[in-house]
């Protein structure tokens, strides 16, 4: 389940175009398949809502901003996050999620006091550098009438019109759908940790660094054959028409992620009923394993240069063999899991 940033936190009706493109160009492509954590699009999904008709139960509005002092008295702990020590600086690895509700729009004492000690912040890619989002190419995707008839009708479940999204890769299209159902769980773009991350960085002085780019995101989102994107699309629309199904396993990873819970994570596969075969198996590996390499390449360069890093990565990057931890002790960096969260 991949979720998204937004490149601003409030877009004017007239520029819902340009974000669609920037959103969908995202990184959350699959929120039922994906897990819901690395990398992600999320910028216009602010804008969709101009799009779409009034809200009813199964088209929520967008959750309201909290007061500050409520704000501050809900700020918490919530995700994983590592200390990477090496060459006598330390920096952090923090676990992101590309959606969130509006109580986390503060940070807890952990990410404040990371924030206020390190030189910069890293992550997959800025949300709010809008330089950085401009989509490039992308070769077209021929579909038949029954399956664009499918993509209409996930359109209209989330109060979109018919061919709203047209412009965009089907993969994109249904990635924006998925991001859309979050919303009857109280979750939404602007709440998602990057964009969150991007802002508190900006309002210290903090610079914004990005591991990726977005043609590299999108290499790895989006299958070169066509016949593969198709599969990975009829996958993806399978979920959609099963939405109880997939809004449960969201709110199972959204738990998940806010208790730090890296045993559950890891075996994500077992509870997300969503990885039934050796196709399914090799699209997470290609979407989350096949990036952390060079993920954990860009991070020690960073921290190579003499500063210090808060860097945010989606948290299903943070699973498996090649999970980035390891690979990050691999580049010689002493790390180290922090306690999870206390609830209250």
């Known amino acids: ?101 509006p109580a986390w729009a503060a940070p807890g004492p952990r990410l404040r006091e990371a924030l206020d000690r390190v030189d910069a912040v890293a992550l997959e890619l800025d949300p709010l550098d809008r330089a950085a989002w401009r989509m490039p190419e992308i070769a077209p995707l021929p579909l038949d009438d029954a399956m664009r008839s499918r993509l209409d009708a996930q359109a209209a479940a989330v109060c979109l019109p018919a061919q709203a999204l047209a412009s965009l890769h089907p993969l994109l299209q249904t990635s924006t759908f998925m991001l859309l159902r979050a919303r009857t769980l109280g979750l939404d773009v602007r709440y998602g940790q990057e964009i969150l991350l991007s802002q508190w960085a900006r309002d210290r002085g903090l ?70 075969d050796a196709a399914d198996r090799a699209a997470l590996t290609r979407i989350n394993d096949g990036r952390n390499p060079a993920l954990a390449e860009r991070i020690s360069e960073l921290h190579q240069r003499g500063q210090s890093l808060l860097v945010a990565v989606g948290a299903m990057h943070m699973t498996g063999d090649k999970a980035l931890p390891v690979l990050l002790k691999a580049q010689g960096f002493e790390v180290t899991l922090m306690p999870r969260p206390v609830s209250r």
Not at 218 to 232: I, K, T, V, Y
Request: hydrophobic fraction near 45%; charged fraction near 25%; include cysteine.
């Open 207 to 276: 610079p914004v660094l990005a591991l990726e780019t977005l043609q590299g995101q999108l290499d790895a989102l989006l299958p070169s054959d066509p016949d593969d994107a198709r599969r990975e699309l009829t996958s993806n629309l399978r979920q959609l028409e099963r939405p109880k199904t997939l809004l449960r396993t969201l709110d199972q990873m959204v738990g998940v992620w806010e208790r730090g819970d890296l045993k559950r994570l890891d075996r994500y596969a077992e509870w997300c009923d969503c990885v039934s």
């Open 1 to 101: 389940m991949r979720l998204l940033h937004v490149f601003r936190r409030f877009h004017q009706a007239h520029n819902v175009r340009p974000m669609l493109k920037s959103l969908a160009a995202s990184v959350l492509t699959t929120l039922a398949r994906r897990g819901v954590a690395a990398m992600a699009v999320l910028a216009a999904g602010l804008g969709l809502l101009g799009l779409a008709g009034a809200a009813t139960p199964s088209c929520p509005p967008e959750p309201a901003p909290l007061p500050a002092e409520q704000l501050a008295a809900k700020a918490r702990d919530r995700g994983l996050m590592w200390t990477l020590r090496r060459d006598g600086r330390t920096s952090y690895l923090y676990a992101s999620l590309h959606v969130g509700k």
